[in-house]
């Protein structure tokens, strides 16, 4: 998508346009996916069969109670989570790059986006587990954990793309969430809770395969366990990052006029991806209109024009108010009576009657 043609967006349309956005870029993006997802699915396959290969089946037969898990469960879950984690760190923000470089008008690249990903990936980590933590805790309220999860759900895109901190990004993601949080809650429920249930179905039909034509089978169920994490890796991770990244732009040229902002900067149809996107507005009608930006110019004022003279057709200009007038001096006065003449600019004497009347 050209820059030029950035404008608000209505919810179907953000909808539509991260189908799109997926549809057109799906090489570089199932390329980054691969590139971790496949990889770590494989190793944390390996790992839950050899402490209990029991977990890889549709339905477990040997599933322990509830807070009576060994420690080799435990030890499982915990490697699983932290390979979870990584994976959902490096695809995600190489997803992110991919689709900002897409909508901003650039053409993504793999081996940049994984670079980006490894630049901000600390960061993303220290923002995720604070984020985790919050709204976990704030969700045994249920209502609270709800609002909590839509105000920062924009707090991953301002981290990567704005170069925030965490607490930073999760204050900026309240700012450009606040006013419109209706509109948000709807996107986070129709696209990422749609897509999170319709990637967890379709990562079931391998193992629901494994355990119809061979059942008790570690192999089978493990090679299903690997296709299956694949597959909803493929699904979940563009179409949310297309989704989360649009709706953070599209945020922005709301409230922030982020169009106008890189029009002024000369971003044309081709975006410089390694360009530092411009800063967000601060309050104020004095303030600079974006931060380390050009001030502001000065209000034109208008003013009358100066008043000119008049002057008439044939070049003769009125006198100015306190030109004397032109009266003939005492000389030519005395002259002209002894003369008898009058002078032109006088008036020609009326014809006078019988008696000088």
């Not at 390329?31 to 496949?38: D, N, P, Q, R």
């Not at 923002?127 to 999860?149: D, S």
């Not at 044939?314 to 005492?330: N, V």
Request: one cysteine or more; proline letters at 11%.
């Amino acid at each position: 998508m050209a820059t030029s043609t950035l404008r608000p967006l209505s919810i179907g349309e953000i909808l539509d346009a991260g189908i799109k956005v997926v549809q057109r870029h799906w090489r570089p993006l199932i390329k980054s996916i691969l590139l971790f997802v496949f990889p770590l699915a494989v190793v944390s396959t390996l790992l839950v069969a050899a402490i209990d290969p029991d977990q890889l089946e549709l339905n477990p037969e040997n599933t322990p109670p509830l807070g009576q898990e060994d420690a080799a469960d435990l030890g499982g879950m915990a490697v699983t989570l932290v390979l979870g984690v990584l994976t959902f760190l490096m695809v995600t923000i190489a997803c992110f790059k991919i689709v900002c470089d897409a909508w901003l008008g650039a053409t993504p690249d793999i081996g940049r986006s994984l670079r980006f990903g490894l630049r901000r990936a600390w960061p993303a980590f220290l923002l995720t587990l604070v984020w985790t933590v919050c709204v976990f805790g704030a969700a045994l309220l249920i209502i609270p954990g709800i609002w909590l999860c839509v105000v920062w759900s924009l707090s991953l895109p301002a981290l990567l793309f704005e170069g925030a901190g965490p607490i930073q990004a999760l204050r900026r993601s309240f700012a450009l969430v606040k006013g419109r949080w209706w509109a948000t809650f709807l996107l986070v429920l129709v696209g990422l809770v749609l897509v999170t249930l319709f990637g967890t179905i379709v990562s079931l039909l391998p193992q629901a395969f494994a355990e119809i034509f061979a059942p008790e089978n570690a192999l089978a169920n493990g090679i299903a366990s690997v296709i299956g994490t694949t597959i909803a890796g493929v699904i979940l991770y563009p179409y949310s990052s297309a989704l989360l990244t649009i709706m953070y732009f599209d945020q922005r040229v709301r409230k922030e006029g982020f169009d106008l902002q890189l029009l002024a900067q000369g971003v044309g149809v081709e975006h410089d991806p390694d360009a530092p996107l411009p800063a967000p507005y601060v309050g104020g009608p004095s303030a600079p209109p974006y931060v380390g930006g050009p001030p502001a110019p000065p209000p034109q004022t208008w003013s009358p024009p100066p008043e000119q003279p008049w002057s008439s057709p044939g070049g003769w200009s009125a006198p100015e108010p306190d030109a004397p007038s032109p009266r003939p001096t005492e000389d030519e006065g005395v002259s002209l009576k002894k003369k008898g003449d009058r002078a032109d600019w006088l008036p020609p004497e009326a014809p006078r009657g019988p008696g000088g009347l």
